[in-house]
T-cell receptor, first 115, second 110 residues
Framework: KAGVTQTPRYLIKTRGQQVTLSCSPI?????VSWYQQTPGQGLQFLFE???????NKGNFPGRFSGRQFSNSRSEMNVSTLELGDSALYLC??????????????FGPGTRLTVT | GQQVMQIPQYQHVQEGEDFTTYCNSS?????IQWYKQRPGGHPVFLIQ???SGEVKKQKRLTFQFGEAKKNSSLHITATQTTDVGTYFC??????????WGAGTKLIIKP
């Protein structure tokens, strides 16, 4: 079974631009979560989607948004990029959502650099 | 809100020494998950603990879930260079959203 894939793997943008990142979950997984990871930091939860609906949202500004398609693929968008948005963006899929919480399968991440 | 505290932030050990990381939750957890992230990699699921007082072993790794289901630990016996990485714990909040510890970075001293 193919793992979680994320595209692109690396991205360089300038301040003020917007960016869209893509995540394809493991086949059959309907839950997709997004995380931001900065050097030396833990995993900061952005949002979770299940069956095209946002289940949970982390404490990030409205510039960060996401969506999920009927095939469970998910995208996240960051508008008006700031230097502080430079990070590794990780996507994780799971076969479960809600109770119980399923194990998370992470993709390789998209490394975003904002200059 | 619910918090999961993980200590220490870093642990330097000589190869062959033991390593332990601890997680403490501000609330009772229904379960706790552990992940490992190798340098330059992504988190990989290690194990999930569900029962009060549960102890599970994976070769040199021992995972424990406290009796009150508010704390957990991961102990590695006789560390090897392959153990290098950051170990994260995570437990669900009342919305069944995983709350993550900050991670413990295991560094093997040369």
């Amino acid at each position: 079974k193919a793992g979680v894939t994320q595209t692109p793997r690396y991205l360089i943008k300038t301040r003020g631009q917007q960016v869209t990142l893509s995540c394809s979950p493991i086949s059959g997984h309907r839950s997709v979560s997004w995380y931001q990871q900065t050097p030396g930091q833990g995993l900061q939860f952005l949002f979770e989607y299940f069956s095209e609906t946002q289940r949970n949202k982390g404490n990030f500004p409205g510039r960060f948004s996401g969506r999920q398609f009927s095939n469970s693929r998910s995208e996240m968008n960051v508008s008006t990029l700031e230097l502080g948005d430079s990070a590794l963006y990780l996507c994780a899929s799971s076969s479960l959502a809600g109770n119980p919480v399923g194990e998370q399968y992470f993709g390789p991440g998209t490394r975003l650099t904002v200059t | 809100g619910q918090q999961v505290m993980q200590i220490p932030q870093y642990q330097h050990v000589q190869e062959g020494e033991d390593f332990t990381t601890y997680c403490n939750s501000s609330t009772t957890l229904s379960n706790i998950q552990w992940y490992k992230q190798r340098p330059g990699g992504h988190p990989v699921f290690l194990i999930q603990l569900v029962k009060s007082g549960e102890v599970k072993k994976q070769k040199r790794l021992t995972f424990q879930f406290g009796e009150a289901k508010k704390n957990s630990s991961l102990h590695i016996t006789a560390t090897q260079t392959t153990d290098v990485g950051t170990y994260f714990c995570a437990g669900p909040d009342s919305n069944y959203q995983l709350i993550w510890g900050a991670g413990t970075k295991l560094i093997i001293k040369p």
